[in-house]
């Protein structure tokens, strides 16, 4: 997973590149010989209905409804040879052209009904040199016909710098977004690593602890029951941390369903405080709670979030000095709770890493309990967050009420 940002960066630079030279061989290939052939095709039918014979009349000729008219037809120029060269317009670059063109059929048997290229710095020519039979002259009628289609040549070299200037820049914003979305999954991949690094390492310490305990009672060195009662302090501390690990990838994966329910949040405070009591009691800790008279009701999965709320409390009973105060505030849009020990609070630079996974502050012990909670919390739509008071740390939890 090592440098993903700069594979993501060249694949968008080579798709750039080819998205580009596939434009520029359908632009300057594809497309002019198109208008050639339309050019070709055009001139083809002009001459064709140049020599039917068809009677002179006052009124406009009339044309076939069903023959389609090619779209480069009104383009046509038609160059007169009979009598000497007579310009169809007095403009200087047309009439040089249209010289070059004589000079260019002069020097060539060119075979009449043919169409051929000619081409100049600003211009491209399809002509065609025709003959028409007519009544009143004894030899036939020689002129050429020519379409330019060098407007349009020049229009595509444009439209290439044009397209150039907008990939360019397209490109460097994929690139930019690229990038960063590289730079997102390394750190992502880096992290998920950091993370089955530290659970192999947690697993790793109460699974000794268990060995190291069985193979005493094995040898006859150790009492079987202090033995027996590490062992199985250990093995609920490793179930703990096998329950929180799948509860997390599961919220990881999208796929941890709440199973909610209206309850009064006080009730489920009280049974966060009775689940930790034996603990606070041997340490001699005293949790004090501050709660409503009123009922705070809130819609929950109370199985869960009772396991946020005990978390934080058994974090807290590892710090306090002798006092841990639990407090329950609500308005008419949320409740807010509030866990408060007596401790020496949380180093400045611990706050900002207090919810990561396995992190370890100066003081404190890895694990994966205060990144569960944080979690939990946001499932419930509310939020978290930890500092320090006037004593100790503090840490305060706002979840929707119900009514």
């Not at 934080?312 to 509030?338: F, M």
Request: with cysteine; hydrophobic share 40%.
């Amino acid at each position: 997973m090592k440098n993903i940002k700069l594979r993501i960066v060249y694949l968008i630079l080579c798709s750039a590149l080819l998205l580009f030279a596939l434009f520029m061989v359908a632009v300057n290939l594809v497309i002019p010989a198109h208008f050639v052939r339309e050019a070709k095709k055009a001139l083809i039918s002009e001459a064709a209905y140049q020599n039917r014979t068809i009677p002179y009349t006052d009124d406009e000729p009339i044309y076939d409804e069903d023959e389609e008219e090619n779209f480069l037809t009104p383009s046509i120029v038609f160059l007169e040879l009979d009598d000497g060269y007579r310009p169809n317009t007095w403009n200087r670059d047309t009439y040089r052209l249209e010289k070059k063109l004589l000079e260019y059929c002069n020097g060539r048997d060119l075979s009449l009904n043919q169409c051929y290229t000619f081409k100049t710095d600003r211009h491209h020519l399809i002509f065609m040199s025709v003959q028409e039979e007519q009544d009143d002259r004894e030899k036939p009628y020689t002129y050429i016909m020519y379409i330019d289609i060098g407007p349009i040549t020049r229009y595509i070299v444009t439209l290439n710098w044009a397209f150039f200037g907008v990939l360019l820049v397209i490109s460097f914003i994929m690139c930019l977004l690229g990038f960063r979305f590289g730079r997102d999954i390394e750190k992502e991949a880096e992290r998920q690593q950091t993370f089955f690094q530290n659970a192999s390492h947690e697993l790793k310490t109460p699974l000794m602890a268990i060995q190291g305990y069985a193979e005493g009672i094995q040898a006859g060195v150790t009492d079987t029951g202090s033995a027996a009662e590490v062992i199985l302090e250990e093995s609920d501390r490793m179930t703990e941390l096998v329950d929180e690990l799948l509860d997390i990838s599961k919220i990881d994966m999208g796929r941890q369903q709440l199973t909610l329910s209206e309850m009064d949040i006080r009730e489920l405070l009280y049974d966060s405080i009775r689940a930790v009591e034996p603990t606070a009691a041997a340490g001699g800790i005293a949790i004090v709670p501050d709660f409503p008279e009123t009922p705070v009701i809130v819609n929950c999965d109370d199985t869960r979030l009772r396991r946020a709320i005990t978390n934080i409390l058994s974090n807290g009973i590892r710090y306090a000095r002798s006092e841990l105060r639990l407090t329950c505030r609500t308005d008419k849009r949320h409740v807010t709770i509030r866990i408060q020990d007596d401790g020496d609070g949380i180093a400045e630079e611990d706050l900002p890493h207090i919810f990561d996974r396995f992190y370890m502050g100066k003081s404190g012990k890895s694990g994966i309990g205060l990144a569960l909670t944080k979690e939990i919390i946001h499932l419930h739509k509310g939020t978290i967050r930890a500092y320090n008071g006037d004593s100790g740390a503090v840490f305060e939890i706002s979840i929707p009420v119900s009514r």
